[in-house]
């Protein structure tokens, strides 16, 4: 039997059991930083209400004082469908809470950090949900953090997901195909920050890449990789392909389209 699971690394807003270490406390507390980043929002909100109709500052300043703020040491996963999704932030509710992955909320910046926090606190008051931006994207484009809808075929089935372009970590969706309880290929698909010029002392532009990989004696090897670089950003739509090369598969497309 072969089965198709998509792993996203990104963020989300899922109801989900937590496993691992958590630290934190509740109420007014401030782990990692995040009361003064979501704080922040608020007052972003508060100075361009038109822009954001169906949200209030209020509302969101009730929710943060409302909501208990946890950090996880170990990374977070939550399963839906074929999907199983690495997360930077999740929110539960009844009672409100944000666990942070310690990680990878300290690898964003705090433009970065204050688009995921909008996004989790619209979770939190029914707004938006798993793949549903229709609010903070706004956010996110006024953040300099661009998000995309994209989609992959190998001819048999559709996965969908979002990606994000952020300017100081890399998001990353893993496809992986298995055969009677085993994995025995791996799609890779990241976006994020890369370098045109190998000289230039920091990134110069934006690149999404895909890689498909076979399982070797002790890790995951790439067989196939296209990659494409935006200059100084990814367009606002775009089309990579891997073609079949036998005995790897069927061809790869990958579309994807800004939403932000």
């Known amino acids: 039997m072969?089965?198709?699971?998509?792993?996203?690394?990104?963020?989300?807003?899922f109801n989900v059991a937590?496993?691992?270490?958590?630290?934190?406390?509740?109420?007014?507390?401030?782990?990692?930083?995040?009361?003064?980043?979501?704080?922040?929002v608020v007052a972003d909100i508060d100075a361009e209400p038109a822009k954001y109709p169906e949200i209030t500052a209020g509302l969101l300043q009730g929710l943060i004082y409302t909501t208990k703020v946890l950090v996880s040491e170990d990374p977070l996963f939550v399963d839906y469908g074929l999907i199983h999704q690495q997360v930077v932030a999740i929110n539960y509710q009844n009672p409100n809470r944000i666990i942070l992955h310690r990680l990878s909320w300290l690898a964003l910046s705090e433009s970065e950090k204050k688009a995921i926090s909008f996004h989790e606190l619209l979770g939190l008051a029914g707004i938006e949900s798993t793949g549903?931006?229709?609010?903070?994207?706004?956010?996110?484009?006024?953040?300099?953090?661009?998000?995309?809808?994209?989609?992959?075929?190998?001819?048999?089935?559709?996965n969908e997901f979002t990606l994000s372009d952020p300017k100081n970590s890399w998001s990353?969706?893993?496809?992986?195909?298995?055969?009677?309880?085993?994995?025995?290929?791996?799609?890779?698909?990241?976006?994020?920050?890369?370098?045109?010029?190998?000289?230039?002392?920091?990134?110069?532009s934006s690149?999404?890449?895909?890689?498909?990989?076979?399982?070797?004696?002790?890790?995951?090897?790439?067989?196939?990789?296209?990659?494409?670089?935006?200059?100084?950003?990814?367009?606002?739509?775009?089309?990579?392909?891997?073609?079949?090369?036998?005995?790897?598969?069927?061809?790869?497309?990958?579309?994807?389209?800004?939403?932000?």
Request: with cysteine; aromatic share 10%; proline share 6%.
């Open 132 to 158: 549903d931006y229709h609010v903070s994207s706004r956010y996110f484009a006024s953040n300099n953090f661009d998000l995309f809808d994209c989609w992959l075929s190998d001819n048999t089935k559709i």
């Open 172 to 204: 990353k969706a893993y496809l992986d195909t298995i055969v009677n309880g085993v994995i025995v290929e791996r799609v890779f698909v990241a976006m994020g920050p890369g370098m045109l010029e190998p000289s230039a002392p920091t990134s110069d």
């Open 207 to 260: 690149y999404i890449q895909i890689n498909r990989m076979t399982k070797g004696a002790t890790d995951w090897e790439n067989v196939q990789t296209t990659t494409f670089f935006g200059d100084p950003k990814l367009p606002r739509r775009f089309q990579l392909e891997l073609d079949k090369t036998p005995p790897y598969g069927n061809p790869l497309t990958l579309h994807c389209q800004a939403i932000n």
């Open 18 to 40: 937590l496993a691992g270490k958590e630290v934190g406390n509740g109420g007014a507390s401030n782990p990692l930083g995040f009361l003064d980043i979501a704080l922040s």
């Open 2 to 13: 072969k089965q198709l699971i998509l792993i996203i690394v990104m963020l989300g807003s």
